[in-house]
């Protein structure tokens, strides 16, 4: 596999079923009160902005207007496991408890206690799905995967507003020996195949928590969407969405290693998958008819979830020649974590069909490879990606 160090994380290993049961004893009655039918996603999906996958809408890139850095939280592309739950944030507590505090019973907060005792923040942080660019496995690679037949629009750069988390784990009593932190949602629980999983959880260790995890109410100024997690949101920069939980109940902090469905039987590949590789896309539609001219200018962006990116290379015919793209400087502070913009100008095209191709470079080295490494999943589809134009 490329790039193996960066994907190949730590395997969580311990089962947790008494912890998951008391995990689920305390966010079923609400889960039951929050879910009251209606359909899997709750926000407008206009077809000129959103591609519909049924639980999940992608974004399409040729609705991004070039002069918006942040993604607007309307345009944002949502995923679900199974359909967004209605929650009522007066009844709202998260209850953060284990063996990894120093009193296992824990603590439960409202939203208010969060926004009132703890320092507010925001981190600027491009938040993206692990499955982003899956269909070009089959259509590019020939590769059958399973899962949602995402283009690239399963991403977007966004600031969130909330605390941190490890304010908050220390104020709650959190010991040194801790080593692992189990999020879980309040969505209805995700049957396949008859069986019933509970609603969607996953562990990250400790350390993370510490350096940059967020427990967020807000994006770019605004109440959280109930799609994107309304009231509280866990989110992990840079790593993979699925991690990010939304609808977030509960906190489980233990002293061993936590495991769910969601870090071993998905989201894994020789390893609980964790941090987004590099990728890049134009802000263009597939097959896109662009008028013959001196000069065409062309945008995009790219991303990595470690690093800033460094360098982006484009090519107009297909990979034969490549020129350096001009990569502008993020409008805001994000630590290196939200996308990077770019404009290439394309001179004296010739009529005809011609593919477009970016490739992107991080700050850590991280480039885009060629062709990405395969797993039956279709996760982390980080290859350069064909574009089909036509000059008119």
């Given at each position: 596999?490329?790039?193996?160090?960066?994907?190949?994380?730590?395997?969580?290993?311990?089962?947790?079923?008494?912890?998951?049961?008391?995990?689920?004893?305390?966010?079923?009655?609400?889960?039951?009160?929050?879910?009251?039918?209606?359909?899997?996603?709750?926000?407008?999906?206009?077809?000129?902005?959103?591609?519909?996958?049924?639980?999940?809408?992608?974004?399409?890139?040729?609705?991004?207007?070039?002069?918006?850095?942040?993604?607007?939280?309307?345009?944002?592309?949502?995923?679900?496991?199974t359909r967004t739950p209605i929650i009522d944030e007066a009844d709202y507590r998260l209850r953060i408890f284990g063996d990894g505090l120093s009193d296992p019973a824990g603590v439960t907060l409202a939203v208010a206690?969060?926004?009132?005792?703890?320092?507010?923040?925001?981190?600027?942080?491009?938040?993206?799905?692990?499955?982003?660019?899956?269909?070009?496995?089959?259509?590019?690679?020939?590769?059958?995967?399973?899962?949602?037949?995402?283009?690239?629009g399963a991403v977007g750069t966004v600031t969130w507003q909330g605390v941190r988390l490890g304010d908050v784990l220390r104020s709650a009593g959190l010991r040194s020996d801790a080593v692992s932190v189990l999020s879980t949602g309040l969505d209805p629980s995700y049957v396949d195949k008859g069986?019933?999983?509970?609603?969607?959880?996953?562990?990250?260790?400790?350390?993370?928590?510490?350096?940059?995890?967020?427990?967020?109410?807000?994006?770019?100024?605004?109440?959280?969407?109930?799609?994107?997690?309304?009231?509280?949101?866990?989110?992990?920069?840079?790593?993979?969405?699925?991690?990010?939980?939304?609808?977030?109940?509960?906190?489980?902090?233990?002293?061993?290693?936590?495991?769910?469905?969601?870090?071993?039987?998905?989201?894994?590949?020789?390893?609980?998958?964790?941090?987004?590789?590099?990728?890049?896309?134009?802000?263009?539609?597939?097959?896109?008819?662009?008028?013959?001219?001196?000069?065409?200018?062309?945008?995009?962006?790219?991303?990595?979830?470690?690093?800033?990116?460094?360098?982006?290379?484009?090519?107009?015919?297909?990979?034969?020649?490549?020129?350096?793209?001009?990569?502008?400087?993020?409008?805001?502070?994000?630590?290196?974590?939200?996308?990077?913009?770019?404009?290439?100008?394309?001179?004296?095209?010739?009529?005809?069909?011609?593919?477009?191709?970016?490739?992107?470079?991080?700050?850590?080295?991280?480039?885009?490879?060629?062709?990405?490494?395969?797993?039956?999943?279709?996760?982390?589809?980080?290859?350069?990606?064909?574009?089909?134009?036509?000059?008119?």
């Amino acid at each position: 596999m490329t790039d193996t160090r960066l994907r190949r994380r730590s395997l969580l290993g311990l089962p947790v079923a008494a912890a998951a049961g008391s995990v689920l004893s305390q966010v079923a009655p609400l889960a039951a009160r929050a879910v009251a039918g209606g359909p899997a996603i709750l926000k407008p999906l206009p077809p000129e902005w959103f591609i519909d996958h049924g639980t999940n809408a992608e974004m399409r890139w040729d609705s991004v207007d070039p002069k918006d850095y942040r993604t607007p939280q309307s345009r944002l592309f949502v995923r679900n496991h199974t359909r967004t739950p209605i929650i009522d944030e007066a009844d709202y507590r998260l209850r953060i408890f284990g063996d990894g505090l120093s009193d296992p019973a824990g603590v439960t907060l409202a939203v208010a206690d969060l926004r009132r005792r703890f320092t507010n923040v925001e981190v600027t942080a491009t938040h993206e799905c692990t499955g982003n660019g899956r269909s070009f496995f089959t259509t590019q690679q020939g590769q059958s995967v399973s899962g949602t037949a995402w283009t690239l629009g399963a991403v977007g750069t966004v600031t969130w507003q909330g605390v941190r988390l490890g304010d908050v784990l220390r104020s709650a009593g959190l010991r040194s020996d801790a080593v692992s932190v189990l999020s879980t949602g309040l969505d209805p629980s995700y049957v396949d195949k008859g069986v019933d999983y509970g609603p969607v959880r996953r562990p990250f260790p400790v350390a993370k928590a510490l350096d940059d995890a967020v427990l967020a109410w807000g994006v770019n100024g605004e109440r959280l969407l109930p799609d994107h997690g309304f009231p509280l949101r866990l989110v992990l920069p840079g790593w993979v969405g699925i991690a990010s939980t939304k609808w977030l109940g509960s906190l489980e902090v233990s002293r061993s290693e936590l495991t769910s469905p969601w870090n071993t039987k998905w989201y894994n590949v020789d390893g609980a998958l964790t941090v987004n590789p590099v990728r890049s896309a134009w802000e263009l539609p597939r097959d896109a008819r662009l008028p013959a001219a001196r000069k065409i200018v062309l945008t995009g962006r790219s991303w990595s979830g470690t690093a800033p990116i460094a360098r982006v290379d484009v090519s107009t015919d297909g990979g034969e020649t490549w020129s350096a793209a001009r990569v502008h400087p993020a409008p805001q502070p994000s630590r290196g974590r939200g996308w990077s913009q770019w404009t290439y100008v394309w001179r004296d095209a010739a009529p005809g069909p011609h593919t477009l191709l970016a490739r992107a470079t991080d700050g850590l080295g991280r480039t885009q490879p060629d062709v990405a490494a395969f797993n039956p999943s279709g996760y982390f589809f980080d290859a350069v990606v064909r574009h089909p134009v036509t000059v008119v």
